[in-house]
Each structure stands twice: as structure tokens, then as C-alpha cells.
């Protein structure tokens, strides 16, 4: 009898759930799977093009050090990126999260994280004004300034860094209010009743306690700045070349599609890695 | 005392951080108003690249195409990612935590592998660069969002009531009509709005997908820019982040998005 | 160690007044209970002693010093939090150690003293566990320990036991009670539940609305809380409003409470005797029986008397007699009349 109530409950279920996973397979699963496939051929199998199984663009990452000094020039500018903005970011969570109080709280705090949701091509786009030579941010500084400077960040790795900064920082600012918000304003004042100082209570209860969220923040930022190539392009121009533009170049200049498999199956690989690794911290931050 | 001026500091840092956030965006609309074509400074006030924006069908056919593109993506994912919802909220089965986990890699992976994963693999079935290929795209990534957003709201809920709905005699469909949908329909609509966001917003993934001379605004945008800045791009991009920011403040109203948790 | 003593301590919060004008002293190694319905400031002024709030004007004095201006890590106190607070990222040891590592007590000291006090609570095999892996009474052990363990020269107690099941809560207030005979400290604690206030304290405040009402020892302030807001709300009273006479105070039935001199009385519910035949007693009326609620051992009647309603409660073998509802009498001992102010 429950049996078959159950067996009742599964086909709903199955019908609830197949047609958004269905769509997520032909969309992300199988794509993937193909890109690991073409990466293992010679040349694209469309029309009559000759191709045969093949692991040369494999060996071209490896034997080559131009695609490994790249990946690793990423990541530098991911551990970069994902560094500054957990400096930046954590003490404006805490500032929202244990600071201010009552109903301004929570205007603020859809303010910091409402660019976050917006389009992330105009908000680079707007970096590319203010810095450029000539731009806002010269003309501001000869306004203050007594003397004639010329300030031209356009195309330099710090304006890539600031773009991406500016991208990515509300994500650590979320995860760290919610894990901030998590701890209970008694604790802060047990602490303080038992005589620990400001920095104790930091030190000793508040990183600690905020860590995952902390953390979480982390990766979500790392992730995408490794694989990003629209802000090294636009901010970047000539001295822009990252991991991601290549991969783009194949696809979109080179047509090299085999080769940029193979490049973003690598880059894959790591971010697989890294989700990996954190994702116990990764599930906990959420809850 | 030196509590007090401390939340003083901690603010000022908060209106710091602020400005660095907005100041760039805010710039920017400012020089859309600028009648110098180069930006230059001091400024003076002119509607003139908005009027040329209005001339320029290039823009205006992308624009258009965007928004259309980001009606259809909305529909199909709110309706898909809904119905799993309730599935993964309503029923135990075999299997479930993974198909939970399996929502994650379309939101944690770089778009830019998404991208060109999703290139290769509709080349190879065929279906060509184009607008189906890239509401598809769309609609994949913004599947998980919708389906994180109402799974929220579903959390809200009281089963109870379904089964006092059921209690009463009525179906499964009637219940999910008249006591679920209902309760989580603040759930669906953010959702909607954040599946809209996802694709107006969208620009990788469309930059692979989209067929030269027939893209959606942010990858016709990118292109423009690369061949050098004019004031017009400025206009339509102060139109597009206003816009943008306008859904979230919505989906924010819906969603407890930004409440206390 | 020490007396506590606070004097004409004002806090307000926009328009109302969370403290007005409060003077009081905490007896040293006394357990004092602060008892008040919700919103009578008793929680804010608890917390005036610990520092967490400043009050607007009037002093703060612990052990003789003054400490309006000393933030609340120097204050040197010890406080259980309603919900323990205890720190989820370290164990139950390191909880308890707190205190000491940020007074710097070397680490052989600190872990002997922590040791004694988990003993003191009779968790000493527990110290290696984190706050998750315990009972909520197991908690509130810890929360107890973690706060004494500095030797604070006052205890301070908010709701501590409020969030244990009533069972639980017998028995940690007899342990309680123990733990602070056994060192001495000036407790004060803070109850909305009058009869955890009453069998813990050995003085107790009341406060309403911001004002300290009544103060003393238990059985004083319950055999003569002098007003009807005490009277109610320490333990339950039937209030009797007439006019007072020379032989006493007449009611509007005719009934006279003999030797009342004021225009209200109060009869404690367990004080009064209910017979079907009149009785002899000089303290007499007669009540319309509504309904009797079984209670175990206690039983409890819920009478009418001209429009207003009584309560008796007397040991069930007594009440056996009695109909389901219609007239009884009920009398008293003249003893336990209780003279109201106002």
C-alpha cells in the first residue's frame, strides 16, 4: 500500500525534475564532456576535415612553458585579486554586521552588494573612463594637487586589479555578513565580561567563528578572476594577457578549438580542484 | 569614547568603500551627459549621445534582441527551475543530494569554460552560433539561481498545510495550485527577476554563442569598445546598469534577499 | 568580593524610562534576585552593573570603587548569559580557561584553576568537549564555571535557567545554590519566575516599569508586600476592596475583615479554608464555588464573590467534600490578612 503511494511520489517527482535537468545536461553536462573530447583530437571534427585521436595539445601545455607561465600568472593575479578583497571587504561586513544598527543596516547593506548584481562589462567599462590618461581620475588629481602630475593607470596590471576588485568584492562581503551575523552579540559580551580586550575578542572569537564565511568568499572570487579575460582585455590591452584571453584567442582569433579545449579542460581541472578541496567549507558557509 | 569613535571610523570606511563602488558608475553617467566627445573636463550638459543612441539601429535591433532574449530565458527557467523546486522540496528519493550538488558547477564554474564548452558541444550537434543557441546557454545558467532563490522561500514554508490541504480531499496539483504555489510565489518572482538579470546581464557566454552582426547588447558593447570608446557606448551602458540595478532593488523586495536571515 | 551598590541610576530610552531613579544594595556574598514582569527595567539594570549599558545618570559601586567610567573588561565581574554564550569555537576547558589566558595566568596555573572549577560544577571529565556536544544543563555547569573561574568580585545572572526544562531547573537551583555557598560571591540574578526568585534569593527587588517597588528578604516581602502590584505579583493574592470601620474593614456584602485598617486587603489562595457550613471564624464570606481544577496533591477552586473572581488552594483530601459549583463559605485566620496601601 505505501508502496505504492511511493512508487506514485517517484514518477512525480520525475516529472517535476526532468524537464530543468534535462535542459542543465544538453547545456552544461554534455558540453563539458564534448570539450574533454575535442581536446584529445587533432582538428575539429566538422565537414571534411582529417582528425584522428591525438594528445599533442596536452604536450603543447606541458613542453611549452608559454601556457603554464600564463595559468600560473592567473593564478598569482587571482591569489592577488581575492587577497585584497578579503582586506577590503571583511571589515566592512563586520562594520554592517555588529556596527550599525536597526533599518539602516539592511539598505546598506543591499547598497554594497547591488553593483555586485549588476553588469559586470559596463562597471569595467566605467573603470576604463576614470583611469584612463586624461581621464576623471587625472583631472581630479591636478584639481587637489598643487603640482602637474599625469596619471595614466590604463592599461596596466593595477587597473586590471582594481577592475576586478571592484567586480568581486561584494561576494566577500556577503559571506562574511552572514557568517558575522551568525554570531550572537552575546558571545562579544561574555568575552568582554571575562576582561578580553578588542583585539582578544577579534583574535580569539570573531575570525575564527567567521572563518568559513570568510573563506567561502575566498574561492567564489578566485575562481572566476583565474578564468576571467574581459577585464585583462579591456583594462589590460596590450600587457592584458592572461590564462583566460588565450583560451579566448582560440576560439574567437586562432580557431584553435582542440587547443582551447584542452587549455580550458586544464583550467577546469584546477578550479575542480580548489571547489574540491573547500567544499566542505564551501557547504557549512551556506548553511 | 573610543567605542563611539570607532562606529565613527567603521562608517566612514563603509562610505569609503561606497564611493569606490559607485564613483566609476557614477562618472561614467556623468560623462553620458558630457557634450565633449573625448571627455573632456569641465563638463557641460547634453542629452545629444542619448539622441544618437536613439538613431543608431545597431544598437538599438541589440538592445531589443537582449531584452527579448532575457523575456523567453526568465519564462523557461522561472517555470523549469520551479517545478524541480517543489520536487527537491516535497519528496525524498535516491539520489536527491546529488541532483542538489549538481546545481552548483553552471554557478561555480568560469563562465568563460561554460562558454566555450557549450560553443563546441552545439557546433558538433549542429545547431550554429544564433539566438536559440544562446537562450539556451541563458537559460542553463540561470536555472540554478532560480531554483537556489525559490528553494529559499520553499524552506519558509509549512508542510502542514499541504497535508491539511490533502486531508480535505484535495489532488496533488490542486494542492500545489491553491495552498503551495501561492505561499512561494515572492520565491518565484525574485527568482524571475534574478533569471532576467543573469541574461540581460549575460556577456560570455553570449560572446561565444551569438553570431557576429546579430549580438546581444553587452557583447556589441564589448566589441565597441575594443574599437575604441565613444560617448554613445557611455549612454547605453549608464540605460543598461540602471536598468539592471532596478531589477535587483525588485528582486531584493521579493526575496528577503539583504533581510535578516 | 564585595558590595554592590548602585544609586539614582536614570536610563532612558527615547521616551521611556528603562531606570528611574534606582538605588539599591547588594549585600556581600549575599544572592540577590531581581523579579519583575517584562519591560520593568530589571534585565537593564543588571546590566548597568556589568557595563553593557550606560545609564544616564547615578553610580555604579562594586567593592567599594566606583565604576561608572570603568569599561566592562575591567569591571572584573563574572556573567551567565540567558542563552550561556558559550564560545562554539573552543572546548568546554578553553571556554572555562578564557578568563585567565587574557589575564595572562600561566598555562600550568590556569589549568589547575579550570580543573577546580569544572570539579566545583561536576564536569571535571567533560573538559575536552566542545559546547555542541553537551546538554543544556551540562551548558548552563559550564556558563557557571567559565564565569567564576577569574574569582569576579560579583556574579551576575541573567535568566540563567529559563532555558531549561522544569525538571532541570529544580535541580540547578539547588545547585546553584550550593556553588555560591561554596564560594561566597555576591550573586545578583535576574528572574521573571517569582518562585525560582523566592527559593534561590536570600533578598529580593521588585521592579515595575523602572521603579525598584519592594525590597528584603523573601518571606517578608511575601508575607508583606504593602501593595497590590507585590501582593499579585510575588505568589498570588485575592485583593478585597471595602470601607475600613472601626472593628475593621467592611466589604460591599456585608462581610467585615476584622482588624484591617486600610481599604484594601489581600488573602493568600492557600490561607483560605472553604466549608459548606458557616464557619466560626472572624474573617468570613460567602462565595459562589465555580469550578474545581484538580491538580495532583493541590487543588485548586475558583470561586465568584460579588462579580469578582477568588482563588483557593488547599490540599485535595480537603476538597473532596465539596460540590462541582453552588455557595460555600470561605474564612481565614486573621493572622493572614495582609493590609494593602492605596
Redesign the interface.
Known amino acids: 500500500m505505501s508502496s505504492l503511494s511511493a512508487r506514485q ?2 514518477i ?2 520525475f516529472t ?2 526532468s ?3 534535462l ?2 545536461t ?7 564532456s ?2 574533454v573530447f ?1 581536446s584529445f583530437l587533432s582538428d ?3 565537414g571534411d576535415r582529417e582528425w584522428h585521436g591525438t594528445l599533442e595539445n596536452y604536450q603543447e601545455f606541458f613542453q611549452t612553458s608559454t601556457y603554464a607561465t600564463l595559468l600560473w600568472k592567473s593564478l598569482k593575479l587571482g591569489l592577488m585579486v581575492t587577497g585584497i578583497s578579503v582586506l ?1 571587504g571583511f ?2 561586513a ?3 554586521a555588529k ?2 544598527k536597526g533599518r539602516s543596516r ?1 539598505a ?8 555586485f ?7 569595467i ?6 583611469l584612463r590618461g ?3 581620475l587625472d ?1 581630479a588629481a591636478n584639481a587637489v594637487l598643487p603640482w602637474d602630475v599625469r596619471i595614466n593607470l590604463m592599461f596596466s596590471p593595477t587597473a586590471i586589479v582594481i577592475g576586478l576588485v ?1 567586480s568581486y ?2 561576494y566577500v ?1 556577503l559571506t562574511s555578513y ?1 557568517a558575522l ?1 551568525a554570531i550572537d552579540d552575546s558571545l562579544i559580551e561574555a568575552a568582554r565580561s571575562l576582561g578580553a580586550k578588542r583585539r582578544t575578542i577579534l583574535t580569539r572569537l570573531i575570525l575564527p567563528l567567521a572563518a568559513p564565511g570568510i573563506l567561502a568568499g575566498a574561492v ?1 572570487i578566485f ?2 578572476v ?5 577585464e585583462p ?2 583594462l589590460g590591452g596590450r600587457r592584458g594577457t592572461y590564462y ?1 584571453t588565450v ?2 584567442d582560440q ?2 582569433a586562432v580557431f584553435n ?1 582542440p587547443l ?2 584542452a587549455l ?1 579542460f586544464i ?2 581541472a584546477v ?1 575542480l580542484v580548489i ?1 574540491g578541496a573547500f567544499s566542505p567549507i564551501l557547504r557549512r558557509a551556506r548553511t | 569614547m573610543s567605542n563611539r569613535l ?2 565613527h571610523l ?2 566612514a ?2 562610505g569609503l ?2 564611493f ?6 557614477l ?2 553617467a556623468a ?1 553620458s551627459f558630457n557634450a565633449s566627445e ?4 569641465p563638463f557641460s550638459f547634453s542629452t545629444e549621445w542619448y539622441e544618437r543612441l536613439w538613431k543608431n539601429d545597431e544598437i538599438l535591433e541589440a538592445a531589443w534582441r537582449s531584452v527579448w532574449i532575457a523575456v523567453v530565458v526568465t519564462v ?1 527557467a522561472t517555470s ?2 520551479t ?2 523546486s ?3 522540496f ?2 525524498e ?1 535516491p539520489g536527491k543530494t546529488v ?1 542538489q550538488l ?5 554557478i ?7 562558454g ?9 550537434i549542429g545547431l550554429d552560433r544564433g539566438t536559440p543557441a544562446v537562450i ?2 541563458h ?2 545558467l540561470a ?2 539561481y532560480v ?1 537556489v532563490v525559490v528553494t529559499a522561500r520553499l524552506a519558509t514554508f509549512d508542510r502542514t498545510l499541504e497535508e491539511a490541504a490533502r486531508s480535505l480531499g484535495a489532488s ?1 496539483w490542486k494542492v500545489t495550485m491553491a495552498v503551495t504555489v501561492p505561499w512561494i510565489l515572492p520565491g518565484i518572482i525574485a527568482g524571475g527577476l534574478f533569471a532576467f ?1 543573469v541574461s ?2 549575460q ?2 557566454v553570449s ?2 554563442l551569438s553570431e557576429p552582426g546579430d549580438s546581444t547588447l ?1 557583447v556589441l ?2 566589441t565597441s ?2 574599437k575604441g ?1 565613444t560617448p554613445e ?2 549612454a547605453v ?1 549608464t540605460i ?2 540602471a536598468v ?2 532596478g531589477i ?2 525588485l ?2 523586495r521579493y526575496s528577503n ?5 | 568580593m564585595g558590595e554592590v551598590r548602585v544609586e539614582h541610576l536614570v536610563k532612558t530610552y527615547g521616551p521611556a524610562r528603562a531606570l528611574d531613579d534606582v538605588s539599591l544594595t547588594f549585600p556581600d556574598g549575599g544572592f540577590f534576585g531581581l523579579l519583575g514582569p517584562s519591560g520593568s527595567g530589571k534585565t537593564t539594570l543588571l546590566r548597568a552593573i556589568a557595563g553593557f549599558v550606560a545609564p544616564d545618570t547615578g553610580r555604579v559601586i562594586i567593592g567599594g570603587d566606583p565604576v561608572e567610567n570603568v569599561p566592562v573588561e575591567k569591571r572584573e565581574i563574572g556573567m551567565v548569559f540567558q542563552n550561556y554564550a558559550l564560545f562554539p569555537n573552543m572546548t568546554v576547558a578553553e571556554n572555562v580557561g578564557f578568563g585567565l589566558e587574557v589575564r595572562k595566568v600561566p598555562g600550568a596555573d590556569r589549568a589547575r584553576r579550570v580543573a577546580e572549577a569544572l570539579e566545583l560544577v561536576q564536569l571535571g571529565h567533560l573538559g575536552a568537549r566542545k559546547p555542541h556536544q553537551l546538554s543544556g544543563g551540562q551548558r548552563q555547569r559550564v556558563a557557571m564555571a567559565r564565569a567564576i573561574v577569574t574569582q569576579p568580585r560579583v556574579l551576575l545572572l541573567d535568566e540563567p535557567l529559563s532555558a531549561l526544562d522544569k525538571a532541570l531547573r529544580v535541580d540547578m537551583q539547588i545547585e546553584l545554590k550550593r556553588i555560591q555557598r561554596e564560594i561566597g560571591i555576591t550573586t545578583i540574578f535576574v528572574t521573571h519566575d517569582q518562585e525560582e526568585a523566592l527559593t534561590l534569593s536570600d533578598r529580593i527587588g521588585i521592579l515595575k516599569d523602572g521603579r525598584l517597588v519592594r525590597h528584603g528578604p523573601p518571606r517578608a516581602v511575601y508575607d508583606d508586600p504593602q501593595d497590590a502590584f507585590t501582593a499579585r505579583f510575588l505568589g498570588e493574592a485575592n485583593l478585597f476592596s471595602g470601607t475600613p470601620e472601626a472593628g475593621g474593614l467592611r466589604l460591599a456584602d456585608g462581610a467585615l475583615i476584622a482588624g484591617c485598617t486600610s481599604s484594601t486587603a489581600a488573602v493568600r489562595p492557600e490561607n483560605i479554608a472553604i466549608t459548606l457550613q458557616e464557619p466560626e471564624a472572624p474573617n468570613r464570606l460567602q462565595a459562589n464555588l465555580v469550578q474545581q481544577v484538580f491538580g495532583g496533591a493541590m487543588g485548586t477552586c475558583i470561586l465568584d464573590w460579588q462579580g469578582e473572581s477568588l482563588k483557593v488552594i488547599g490540599r485535595d483530601q480537603d476538597m473532596q467534600g465539596l460540590p462541582e459549583q453552588g455557595p460555600v463559605w470561605l474564612s481565614w485566620d486573621s493572622a493572614k490578612t495582609i493590609a494593602l496601601n492605596g
Open positions: 511520489d517517484r512525480r517527482a517535476l525534475l524537464p530543468a535537468y535542459w542543465l544538453v547545456a552544461v553536462f554534455l558540453p563539458l564534448a570539450m575535442f575539429v571534427p566538422f577590503i571589515p566592512c563586520y562594520v554592517l556596527v550599525i539592511e546598506l547593506f543591499l547598497l554594497v552588494i547591488l553593483p548584481w549588476s553588469n559586470s562589462l559596463v562597471r567599462f566605467s573603470w576604463a573612463i576614470v586624461n581621464g576623471v583631472f571592484h568584492l561584494p562581503i552572514l551575523q567564489l575562481v572566476p583565474v578564468g576571467s579575460f574581459m582585455r579591456l583566460g583560451i579566448e576560439f574567437v578549438w582551447g579545449a580550458s583550467l577546469l578550479v571547489l | 570607532l562606529a567603521g562608517k570606511y563603509l568603500i561606497l569606490f563602488l559607485y564613483a566609476p558608475i562618472v561614467m560623462m573625448f571627455y573632456q573636463l523557461i523549469l527551475g517545478a524541480a517543489i520536487a527537491l516535497r519528496y528519493f541532483l549538481l546545481l552548483f558547477p553552471p561555480a564554474i568560469p563562465w568563460l569554460i561554460t566555450t564548452a557549450m560553443l563546441i558541444f552545439f557546433f558538433g539556451i546557454g537559460a542553463a536555472l540554478p531554483i496533488a538579470a540581460f546581464d556577456f560570455v560572446y561565444f553587452p558593447i564589448y569598445i575594443r570608446f557606448i557611455n551602458s543598461i546598469i539592471s540595478m535587483m532593488l528582486a531584493a534577499f539583504g533581510g535578516e536571515q
